[in-house]
């Protein structure tokens, strides 16, 4: 039928259209997973866009990740069919915040050339002020205090305003005193954390009128995904800025707020209609993206959670196959059995790029890490900082950002002797105290330092070679490309010699990440740009385009959807995690029961859920009992195979304080019983099977503690 309307409402269901073309005045879209919230969103993004309502640069569109940024931009193109150019204000909070901040970081008395500082650059500076406070840094931890500033920024807190009772949690009242020193610092290094982005900007829209209201008359729309996983300082953001227009739109689920951890909080959600009274509240209950026995085993799981805001949902897809929930033996045998359903579903057609595997903790990844390599099937690990936090990458861009900006002291102090040039504590000491004194730069102190008799020759030599090649390197910067100048940098500071000559067993692997990195810049138009990216990207996705499985945290799937998903480690200490086990409350538990919520409804077509036995965690071998998430499965929805019982049910003792008695088989001759050798070459291990078991408890003079005497017959095939 010939249908006058425009494309990207075409398939649009009826409260997803109404989402889409209630343009004027607040809208809040709740609803469940896989509802076509995001889609609904993007269409109205191509809505406004497409009717002239407002150009690409008048819109404020907030994604969780840089990733859904990207897609939704795409789409964007898509859909109103031509390249979306200039959507500066699309991406996620940090990328707006800090596009926002370079152009008035004089406000808060900064330059607009500021470092984004990485967790790591934070925890040294911290540490730095915890001694300068004498504080016992065992004590009270850089880490802690790290912490608690998160929060309080998070809650939109300078330092002025963290209560005493808050301060209290460190170092008996000290903490809003180092925060404030901390802010300090951070202003003479022309540095800010990923917290100032956000809570800098708040302080100055809440401070500079003009600025505020520039920025309430560009914005005509606002649009937020995952809004449930706003934090305190974006809220109140987002709340200034809609203020004058109220052409405000965020869609979210209450089931899928994940991040409370972070400082989220759901109530945001149950405050718009306060804040923005007469807001339309639209409600979605097709879920589009899964089969019903999906839906309805994440559906029978989420029911265990009380004080939910509660909806329905229903899907016309065809029956499709039950959850299927795995019980193995133990890490490694999860990475095979996932490997080799993996290439049953490629030999059926599956393409690679459709299949995720979702873990709990980052630990999880590196079992199919090893087995994937093993058999050589591609992968990609997507979330955390994981390629941007190795040593060696960490050091290539401590360089590459003191050429860039020569103010940069964390990054000059990082490698100021590394490779080792001989420039020791008590050198850079002095360059410190010469640049306290004189106020300036590390790098300008070291300059100067070298017209003075303060240092040993030796290291007089070697501190002027550095000074000498930094200012080479800088003069080059506009002359050559910049991985090309990252590549000689490397090379002429004596890093790529460095590691060539370690003889150790990851400095090859060591040498290919940092061919990796050069070859990751060239994606940037400018060093800046690059370094920028660096600062801001959660996920190492350099090659994109090649077809690979993925390896991901739940915390990083938020949004996506996969034909098949693999759910790893559902066991008690794994998911729900430790942690949440241990603070005991129900509040930590309801979060990972959402968290497996989000997990199970990121599936399309097959969803697995996968319990080991018997799990390494941090080096302890430790045996473990199936999650009691997978007991709240609903039972019409899934199967339930063991693929080591034969009968016997699983074996659960506690052994957490015993060594892996295989592994002790296979210490004696370095490989025993229970090991073959590895296609790839090497050995690895094969699932025993238990004949039988014997544990008894004994007493070691423990008190307190009753220790487990164990004795296992296994079966080796
Ligand atoms: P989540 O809560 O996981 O973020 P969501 O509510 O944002 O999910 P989307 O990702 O927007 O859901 O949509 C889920 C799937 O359903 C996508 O594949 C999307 O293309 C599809 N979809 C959304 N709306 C429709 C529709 N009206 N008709 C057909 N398919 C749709
Ligand atoms: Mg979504």
């Given at each position: 039928s010939a249908s006058p309307e425009p494309p990207y409402l075409r398939g649009l269901n009826a409260p997803q259209r109404q989402a889409v073309l209630t343009t004027e005045g607040p809208v809040l879209v709740l609803a469940g997973a896989g509802t076509g919230k995001t889609a609904a969103l993007t269409a109205r993004l191509a809505h406004l866009v497409a009717t002239r309502r407002a150009w690409p640069s008048e819109i404020l569109a907030v994604t969780f990740t840089n990733k859904a940024a990207r897609e939704m931009k795409e789409r964007v193109g898509r859909i109103i069919g031509e390249a979306v150019e200039g959507m500066p204000w699309l991406g996620t909070f940090h990328a707006i915040g800090a596009r926002m901040l370079r152009r008035h970081a004089e406000l808060v008395g900064l330059q607009s050339n500021f470092t984004i500082l990485d967790t790591d650059d934070q925890l040294r500076l911290l540490k730095q002020l915890i001694l300068a406070a004498d504080l016992d840094e065992k004590r009270w931890p850089a880490r802690l205090l790290a912490g608690l500033i998160d929060r309080w920024k998070n809650r939109g807190w300078t330092p002025a305003q963290v209560d005493a009772a808050e301060s209290e949690g460190y170092a008996n009242g000290k903490g809003a005193e180092l925060y404030a020193r901390y802010q300090e610092r951070l202003k003479t290094l022309n540095a800010c954390d990923f917290g100032d982005l956000l809570l800098h900007m708040l302080t100055i829209l809440r401070t500079h009128r003009d600025v505020l209201e520039h920025y309430q008359q560009r914005f005509k729309y606002i649009l937020v995904d995952e809004y449930q996983d706003t934090n305190q300082s974006q809220y109140l953001w987002l709340r200034l800025l809609a203020q004058e227009r109220k052409n405000i739109c965020c869609v979210g689920d209450d089931d899928q707020s994940i991040y409370s951890w972070r400082g989220a909080e759901v109530a945001n959600i149950l405050r718009f209609e306060k804040d923005f009274p007469g807001a339309t509240i639209i409600r979605l209950e097709q879920n589009y993206r899964s089969?019903?026995?999906?839906?309805?085993?994440?559906?029978?799981?989420?029911?265990?959670?009380?004080?939910?805001?509660?909806?329905?949902?229903?899907?016309?897809?065809?029956?499709?196959?039950?959850?299927?929930?795995?019980?193995?033996?133990?890490?490694?045998?999860?990475?095979?059995?996932?490997?080799?359903?993996?290439?049953?579903?490629?030999?059926?057609?599956?393409?690679?790029?459709?299949?995720?595997?979702?873990?709990?903790?980052?630990?999880?990844?590196?079992?199919?890490?090893?087995?994937?390599?093993?058999?050589?099937?591609?992968?990609?690990?997507?979330?955390?900082?994981?390629?941007?936090?190795?040593?060696?990458?960490?050091?290539?861009?401590?360089?590459?950002?003191?050429?860039?900006?020569?103010?940069?002291?964390?990054?000059?102090?990082?490698?100021?002797?590394?490779?080792?040039?001989?420039?020791?504590?008590?050198?850079?000491?002095?360059?410190?105290?010469?640049?306290?004194?004189?106020?300036?730069?590390?790098?300008?102190?070291?300059?100067?330092?070298?017209?003075?008799?303060?240092?040993?020759?030796?290291?007089?030599?070697?501190?002027?070679?550095?000074?000498?090649?930094?200012?080479?390197?800088?003069?080059?910067?506009?002359?050559?490309?910049?991985?090309?100048?990252?590549?000689?940098?490397?090379?002429?500071?004596?890093?790529?010699?460095?590691?060539?000559?370690?003889?150790?067993?990851?400095?090859?692997?060591?040498?290919?990440?940092?061919?990796?990195?050069?070859?990751?810049?060239?994606?940037?138009?400018?060093?800046?740009?690059?370094?920028?990216?660096?600062?801001?990207?959660?996920?190492?996705?350099?090659?994109?385009?090649?077809?690979?499985?993925?390896?991901?945290?739940?915390?990083?799937?938020?949004?996506?959807?996969?034909?098949?998903?693999?759910?790893?480690?559902?066991?008690?200490?794994?998911?729900?995690?430790?942690?949440?086990?241990?603070?005991?409350?129900?509040?930590?538990?309801?979060?990972?029961?959402?968290?497996?919520?989000?997990?199970?409804?990121?599936?399309?077509?097959?969803?697995?859920?996968?319990?080991?036995?018997?799990?390494?965690?941090?080096?302890?071998?430790?045996?473990?009992?199936?999650?009691?998430?997978?007991?709240?499965?609903?039972?019409?929805?899934?199967?339930?195979?063991?693929?080591?019982?034969?009968?016997?049910?699983?074996?659960?003792?506690?052994?957490?304080?015993?060594?892996?008695?295989?592994?002790?088989?296979?210490?004696?001759?370095?490989?025993?019983?229970?090991?073959?050798?590895?296609?790839?070459?090497?050995?690895?291990?094969?699932?025993?099977?238990?004949?039988?078991?014997?544990?008894?408890?004994?007493?070691?003079?423990?008190?307190?503690?009753?220790?487990?005497?164990?004795?296992?017959?296994?079966?080796?095939?």
């Open positions: 089969t019903p026995h999906i839906l309805a085993t994440a559906s029978g799981l989420i029911a265990h959670n009380g004080g939910r805001l509660g909806k329905t949902l229903w899907t016309e897809h065809g029956e499709g196959e039950k959850v299927q929930v795995v019980g193995i033996w133990d890490g490694p045998e999860e990475a095979r059995r996932v490997g080799e359903e993996i290439e049953a579903a490629q030999r059926r057609g599956t393409r690679l790029d459709d299949v995720a595997i979702l873990v709990r903790a980052q630990f999880q990844t590196r079992e199919f890490e090893d087995r994937f390599i093993a058999i050589g099937l591609p992968y990609r690990i997507v979330g955390g900082f994981r390629f941007y936090e190795r040593a060696e990458i960490r050091d290539a861009l401590a360089y590459l950002r003191v050429i860039a900006q020569p103010s940069d002291d964390l990054a000059f102090e990082r490698i100021v002797n590394t490779p080792k040039r001989g420039l020791g504590d008590k050198a850079v000491a002095k360059i410190h105290a010469l640049g306290r004194a004189a106020g300036l730069p590390l790098l300008a102190a070291a300059a100067q330092i070298l017209d003075s008799d303060e240092l040993t020759p030796q290291a007089r030599r070697a501190l002027a070679n550095l000074v000498g090649d930094f200012a080479r390197w800088r003069a080059r910067l506009d002359e050559l490309p910049h991985p090309e100048l990252a590549r000689l940098v490397l090379d002429e500071s004596g890093y790529t010699a460095m590691l060539q000559a370690d003889r150790s067993a990851d400095s090859a692997g060591r040498l290919e990440n940092l061919t990796e990195l050069t070859r990751a810049m060239e994606e940037y138009e400018t060093l800046g740009a690059f370094l920028e990216h660096v600062s801001l990207v959660m996920d190492n996705d350099a090659d994109r385009d090649a077809e690979k499985v993925t390896i991901m945290t739940i915390h990083a799937a938020k949004g996506l959807e996969f034909d098949t998903v693999f759910l790893a480690g559902w066991e008690e200490g794994v998911f729900p995690s430790q942690r949440a086990l241990d603070e005991g409350g129900n509040a930590s538990l309801e979060e990972e029961r959402r968290l497996a919520y989000v997990a199970i409804t990121r599936a399309r077509r097959k969803c697995f859920i996968m319990h080991a036995a018997n799990r390494r965690i941090y080096g302890q071998w430790t045996s473990s009992i199936p999650s009691r998430f997978v007991t709240e499965l609903p039972d019409a929805h899934v199967t339930q195979e063991n693929s080591m019982s034969g009968g016997e049910s699983l074996w659960r003792a506690n052994w957490s304080e015993y060594a892996d008695p295989f592994a002790d088989v296979a210490r004696g001759t370095g490989r025993g019983p229970g090991w073959r050798r590895a296609v790839s070459g090497g050995f690895e291990r094969v699932p025993p099977r238990v004949i039988e078991a014997k544990a008894s408890a004994v007493s070691l003079g423990n008190p307190g503690r009753s220790d487990i005497e164990i004795g296992v017959r296994v079966f080796h095939s």
